[in-house]
């Protein structure tokens, strides 16, 4: 939008071409801000108008063709400077500049800044400085996924949760993930007991749950060239799995009890929920194992997943174990079954409770657990920082909009 003292200069040339009829004035008329008239319009008429000595007379002829909306302004902007022409040659300078002004709307403008001089600009009093208050309080559920994110990063804690910020659409790799689980899902309803001599029929019905889990996830992949490639992926990955199960199956015998098992716990008036992939129980010891599909990367090794328990990096697991615990089982497994690569043999990682993942650690993750959740819920923390791992930045939604985010790390290349 043009400013006072461009409208006054406009007026200024509009006052000059009434009285002169000079065209070039009307020239620098319609290439000007106050015209209404785009400038690249305005500039392609003005050189037009040059050459043939008619600015109104070519817009009349419409001498440049236009789409509608561009064409009406410059039909406008020609009425307009009509209008100025017919005014009456007797009028005085203000009544003319004042017409001038009426006729292209620009009353406002001018009166921000007559042409004697500038107006005068008074200060507000200034205000006292709201005082820094912390972010609301956390009165819904929480999850481990919750508290996951904010041990990566605080920050985008606050951007997902505190603010329910509008994330990018899913991706591919979500896609893939939900049809996945919504395969396995349905196939354990059929085999809850993986049996040697029913090889083939497992195999059959596992490409039919993959076929039909990620036709019902059609739209979350852009492409259908990028759907038949993941459903490729998936079926290869899912007759692995199949291999597994039969491998285990002859190792250690199990039941599958439960798929998408309700996961609750109360933890000091804290309730978190959530979903477990799958509950075993071993057929021989009746103890339970709980199962976590991930489509993604993971830990690759017991000790690597135990470490990020320790170092609160991690919740998951230690969230279901205390779930199905104080639901009264004997949970001695928590296992993590990678299902990323097509190429590679299934190999879960396992960790056994009391062994290779130590209950004073699941403990501890669990007093985490409480003092996260109540820190999160208490309303005084006034400020998220963000990590310093730049790593954790890579696929974050957020990272956009992160102001504080740390430096993206150097690119290294192998010698």
């Not at 000595?53 to 039909?75: C, H, M, N, Y």
């Not at 820094?132 to 819904?140: I, P, S």
């Not at 059959?204 to 749950?209: D, F, K, Q």
Request: glycine fraction near 6%; hydrophobic fraction near 40%; charged fraction near 30%.
């Amino acid at each position: 939008m043009p400013d006072a003292a461009q409208v006054r200069s406009f007026i200024d040339d509009a006052v000059r071409w009434r009285k002169t009829g000079d065209e070039a004035l009307l020239l620098r008329l319609i290439r000007s801000s106050c015209s209404g008239v785009p400038h690249d319009v305005g500039a392609a008429y003005a050189t037009l108008a040059g050459r043939t000595g008619d600015l109104l007379d070519a817009i009349d002829r419409g001498r440049l063709a236009l789409p509608p909306p561009e064409r009406d302004r410059v039909l406008l902007f020609a009425r307009r400077a009509r209008l100025v022409r017919a005014l009456p040659d007797d009028s005085p300078e203000e009544a003319l500049r004042s017409a001038i002004a009426t006729t292209f709307e620009a009353q406002e403008l001018v009166t921000l800044r007559q042409a004697q001089g500038d107006t005068v600009v008074e200060l507000a009093e200034p205000v006292e400085r709201e005082e820094a208050g912390g972010v609301a309080r956390w009165q819904k559920h929480f999850s481990a996924s919750a508290l996951n994110a904010y041990g990566e990063c605080a920050r985008k804690w606050f951007y997902r949760y505190a603010c329910a910020a509008v994330e990018d659409p899913g991706s591919s790799a979500s896609a893939y993930g939900t049809a996945f689980h919504l395969a396995l899902e349905d196939f354990h309803g059929d085999f809850p007991r993986p049996r040697g001599a029913e090889r083939s029929a497992m195999r059959s019905r596992m490409r039919e749950c993959v076929t039909w889990a990620f036709e019902r996830n059609r739209d979350g992949f852009e492409t259908r060239v990028e759907f038949e490639l993941q459903v490729r992926r998936a079926q290869r990955t899912a007759q692995r799995y199949v291999d597994w199960l039969l491998a285990q199956e002859l190792e250690a015998p199990f039941e599958v009890l439960g798929r998408e098992v309700s996961a609750e716990l109360d933890l000091d008036g804290r309730a978190f929920v959530g979903f477990i992939d799958r509950l075993d129980r071993d057929e021989r010891t009746g103890d339970i194992g709980v199962v976590d599909y991930k489509t993604g990367s993971i830990a690759t090794s017991a000790a690597e997943y135990g470490e990020k328990v320790r170092r609160f990096r991690d919740f998951q697991l230690p969230f279901y174990y205390w779930a199905r615990t104080a639901a009264g089982d004997r949970v001695t497994k928590l296992v993590l079954i990678p299902l990323k690569d097509a190429l590679l043999d299934v190999r879960p990682v396992v960790l056994e409770v009391g062994k290779t993942i130590k209950l004073a650690d699941l403990e501890r993750s669990r007093e985490r657990m409480i003092e996260l959740s109540t820190l999160l819920a208490s309303g005084e923390i006034r400020r998220f920082e963000p990590t310093e791992n730049a790593a954790a930045c890579t696929y974050c939604a957020y990272q956009t909009a992160c102001a504080g985010k740390p430096p993206a790390e150097a690119q290294r290349f192998g010698s």
